[in-house]
C-alpha cells in the first residue's frame, strides 16, 4: 500500500509525493494527529484550529478526485503497525519538511520498508552552494494535483474519515476569532490578492503596525503549514513581474521575492543552533510578574501591549513588532528568552521552528552576542505617529489625546484611565541592558542617537 503521510504539507497542488503515488495506482493519503507533538510547548489549539481547516479543504480537493483522507489519532509507530498488519508491506511517501520525518525514517529503516521523501535537498554547506541549490528546486516546473485518486476500500479500524473526531481532539490554549483561517484555496486566494491589489505599498507599509497587515503578503501561515508552496508564490508572483510596467510596482515585488528566497534558504539550510552562555550569565533573576504582565499586555509600555493584545487576538503581528516584543522581554527587561520564546511560538499562527528559533536568537544575542535594545517609545512614535494601532488594542487609550498616546503617564488625568504605568523606566533599563551587552564584546557598538537602536527587518515578514 502506498501510504502519503500529510504533516507540514497541506496542499495538493505542487505536491510530489501524491502526485508521484498517484502515478502507481492505488494510494492511502493519511494524517496521524501524535497527542505528544501537540503536548509540545511550542504547539497551541491556535495552530490545531488551523490545521483543521487545513484539512477540512484537503479533503475536500481529494474527494473531488474520487479519493478519501484518512486520520487516526495515534502514535505513529502504532499505526505504522497496523497497516503493516493489513497490508503486508508499505511505500511511504512523505515531504522532507514533516515534523515526524526522522521518527518515519528510524521505522521504516527498521522494517525493511520503502520510503519515498520529496522537497528541496540541501548539501552544500557554503553559503553559494546553498543559495544555487534553493534556486534549482525554486526553478522546477510546478507539479499538477492528479487528476484520479484512488483509495483501497477497507482500511485497518486505527483509520478513520469523519472529521468530527478531529474536532473532540484536546489542544492547550485560547483559540483566535479573528485570525486567519487554513487551507489551500485560502491560501491562493490570499496570495492573488497580493499580486492584484495589496502589493502597491508593501515596502512603504512593511513596518507600519496597521497598514502592514494590509500591504504584507500574509501568507507566512500558509507557508508554515503548507497550504501552498514557495516555489508557487515564486513562479506566479515572477509571471506578474514580467507583466508589471509600472517600475514602482516592480519594485515593491522585487522586495517581495528577495524575502522569499532568502527564508527559504534559512527553512532549508537553518544556521547551527548556537546557545552563547556568556548572554545567559548576565541576566537578571527570573521575574514571574513581569513576564504575566508582558504576556497580558500590562507592561504600562503602550506599542508593546498593543502588539502583544493584537498578538492574542489575531495570531500575527509584522517583523517590526516581534522584534519589538522580543527584544523588551530578553534584551530590555534582561529575562531568560526560553520561556517567552515559547509563549511566542504558541501564539504566532506561522510557528516555523527553524525560522522561530533561527530569529528568537539573532534578535536575543544567542547567535552573536550582538543585539537591538531598542527604545520602544521612540520606535512607537515613528512607526504609529498617530497611535492608531494602540488605539486599537488599548481601549483604554481610545480617547486619549494623540500628544500622549505613546506616553500617556505625562497625560495629567493619568490615573482616571485604568491603564498601568509603566513597570520600568525604559531609557535607564536600555542604559543598563546596554552595559551588560557591551562588556561581552567590544564590537557590540550601539546604533543611532543616543545609543537607541532603530527599527529593522529580516527577512522573515513576507
Known sequence: MNIILFDRDLRI??????AEAAKIGEV??????????????????????????????????????GGKLFFSIN?????????????????????????????????????????????????????RGVKKQVQSYLDEPLIQAPDEIQVPEETPSILFTDMKKIH???????????????GESRAIETLESFLEERCANYIVNQHKPLPSSFSSSRL????????????????????KLQLCENDDEKLQLEAFLSKLTSMMRTVCHPPEDKQIEEVSRIKKDWNEEWFQRWIEGMTGVPVIDAAMRSLVKTGWLNYTLREMVTSF?????????????????????????????????????????????????????????????IRRYISELETI?????????????????????????VVKANKLARQRFDSLTKQNKPSGKNGEGETGQLSFDI
Open 13 to 18: 497542488f505542487d505536491h510530489q509525493p501524491i
Open 28 to 65: 492511502l493519503p493519511l494524517y496521524i494527529i501524535e497527542p505528544s507533538q501537540w503536548e509540545d510547548a511550542a504547539y497551541s489549539v491556535r495552530h490545531f484550529q488551523f490545521v483543521v481547516e487545513s484539512l477540512e479543504d484537503l479533503s475536500h480537493q481529494i474527494e473531488k478526485r
Open 75 to 127: 502514535k505513529m509507530c502504532d499505526v505504522f503497525e497496523k497497516l503493516m498488519e493489513a497490508y503486508e508491506s508499505i511505500n511511504v511517501f512523505i515531504h522532507r519538511n514533516s515534523r515526524i520525518l526522522k521518527k518515519v525514517i528510524e521505522w521504516m529503516g527498521r522494517n525493511q520498508q520503502r520510503l519515498f521523501i520529496y522537497g528541496a535537498e540541501i548539501d552544500q554547506v557554503s553559503a
Open 168 to 182: 473532540h481532539f484536546h489542544v492547550k490554549g485560547q483559540r483566535i476569532r479573528f485570525g486567519q483561517q487554513g
Open 220 to 239: 507566512s501561515a500558509y507557508i508554515s503549514w503548507g497550504n501552498i508552496s514557495v516555489r508557487t508564490i515564486l513562479q506566479k508572483t515572477s509571471e
Open 329 to 389: 522581554i530578553a534584551n530590555t527587561l534582561l529575562l531568560d528568552g526560553q520561556k517567552p520564546s515559547a509563549v511566542l511560538a504558541q501564539l504566532y499562527l506561522d510557528y516555523d521552528p527553524a525560522l522561530h528559533d533561527f530569529y528568537v536568537q539573532q534578535i536575543t544575542g544567542l547567535r552573536t552576542k550582538k543585539v537591538k535594545i531598542a527604545n520602544p517609545v521612540k520606535i512607537s512614535k515613528q512607526i504609529d505617529p498617530e497611535g492608531g494601532f
Open 401 to 425: 489625546p494623540v500628544e500622549y498616546v505613546h506616553e500617556p503617564w505625562l497625560y495629567p488625568a493619568f490615573y482616571q484611565l485604568g491603564y498601568p504605568p509603566p513597570m520600568i523606566d
